[in-house]
């Protein structure tokens, strides 16, 4: 089945730990791309997205995430991790010959120990 | 208003009794989603309207639930008959639609949580 996959179910970290979390889809087609973040007790809110060009995305608090279309991958990074990065991250794929559907991964919950 | 809204923020209703949910989406965005969120399950979709039409209905679990827009503002997402395993919290999220622009996003709304007992 097509699907969002996150392999990453639960990571907990140090501080100052780097930050790689897997993010895979198997849509073909023309997607875009995004990578969402879930603080505890908070909304969802957008970390980053990818829609075309550079393949390298940077987004809000030191994040970046980079699209390789030929492995269908859009893995979020972070060289540096601090404890208020504690919080549970969505990848999202947009297709976009499909009517705007948003497809999310599971989650990664992320703990981070100061 | 500055956001997306739903109500009430927590329900709790008895098996059986039918339950709805109301999204008021940010002013000007005609695309409107729901999601489920049951614990280690992510967000489940489903169902998307764009303006007051939903061109994709494929995510409702069964025949109990049904989702409405109206004025291509307000949503309100029905579930008749509930179940135990309805529990779970309800998001909604708006956007622009792709023709408007190409850095669209969607905007989450805080979520109805939903207790079957």
């Known amino acids: 089945a097509q699907s969002v996959s996150q392999h990453n179910h639960h990571v907990i970290l140090s501080e100052a730990a780097s930050l790689e979390l897997g993010c895979n889809y198997s849509y073909g087609g023309t997607v875009n791309l995004f990578w969402y973040v879930q603080y505890p007790g908070q909304h969802l809110q957008l970390l980053l997205k990818y829609f075309s060009g550079d393949p390298l995305v940077k987004g809000i608090k030191g994040f970046e995430a980079e699209f390789i279309k030929s492995k269908f991958s859009f893995n979020l990074r972070k060289p540096s991790v601090q404890w208020s990065d504690t919080a549970e991250y969505f990848c999202?794929?947009?297709?976009?010959?499909?009517?705007?559907?948003?497809?999310f991964g599971t989650g990664t919950s992320l703990t981070v120990i100061p | 208003g500055a956001g997306v809204s739903q109500s009430p923020s927590n329900k709790v209703t008895e098996k059986g009794k039918d339950v709805e949910l109301r999204c008021d989406p940010i002013?000007?965005?005609?695309?409107l989603y729901w999601y489920r969120q049951s614990l280690g399950q992510g967000l489940e979709f489903l169902i998307y309207?764009?303006?007051?039409?939903?061109?994709?209905k494929s995510g409702l679990p069964s025949d109990r639930f049904s989702a409405e827009r109206t004025g291509g503002s307000v949503s309100t997402l029905t579930i008749q008959r509930t179940q135990q395993e309805d529990s779970a919290v309800y998001l909604c999220?708006?956007?622009?639609?792709?023709?408007?622009?190409?850095?669209?996003?969607?905007?989450f709304g805080p979520g109805t949580r939903l207790t079957v007992t």
């Open positions: 002013s000007g965005h005609t695309a």
């Open positions: 309207f764009q303006g007051n039409s939903a061109p994709d």
């Open positions: 999202a794929v947009n297709r976009l010959n499909t009517g705007n559907q948003f497809y």
């Open positions: 999220a708006s956007s622009l639609a792709p023709r408007q622009g190409p850095s669209y996003e969607q905007y």
